[in-house]
């Protein structure tokens, strides 16, 4: 039975080096002083963990439960404010509809009397 090599045991053919420098003048002064200097990493350093990745989970739940608390204190405030302005405005709405009814009642009237004067002319 033949073995198969997996895809990460295969290695890439070498790359061929570009002609136009010659290969000393090429990252002269990037090569390290020693043979065995390690290479530098591009890469950013690691950040160091956050607080919250540190504290427990019990922590983290008390500390999410308080968030939610004090969310849920404002939002009930807010409902409150919403509730007083909600029974302010329906109070003006009756006062306005109140009012229209007293101004219809009172053109009734007066085109009521308008008529009345007419019969009694003529």
């Known amino acids: 039975m033949a073995t198969r090599e ?6 890439a053919a070498p790359r061929k080096k570009p002609a136009g420098k010659p290969p000393a003048a090429k990252n002269a002064a990037a ?30 739940l008390t500390n999410a439960v308080e968030k939610l608390e004090a969310k849920f204190k404002v939002l009930q ?32 009237w007066v085109i009521d009397s308008l008529h009345n004067l007419l019969e009694d002319k003529s």
């Open 31 to 60: 090569k390290p002083a020693t043979k065995g200097a390690a290479k530098r990493s591009t890469r950013p350093p690691a950040k160091a963990p956050s607080k919250a990745a540190g504290k427990p989970a019990g922590a983290k």
């Open 77 to 108: 405030k807010e409902r409150d404010a919403l509730k007083k302005e909600l029974a302010a405005a329906n109070e003006r709405i009756g006062q306005l509809e109140a009012q229209h009814t007293d101004a219809v009642n009172r053109i009734d």
């Open 6 to 11: 997996s895809s990460r045991t295969k290695r």
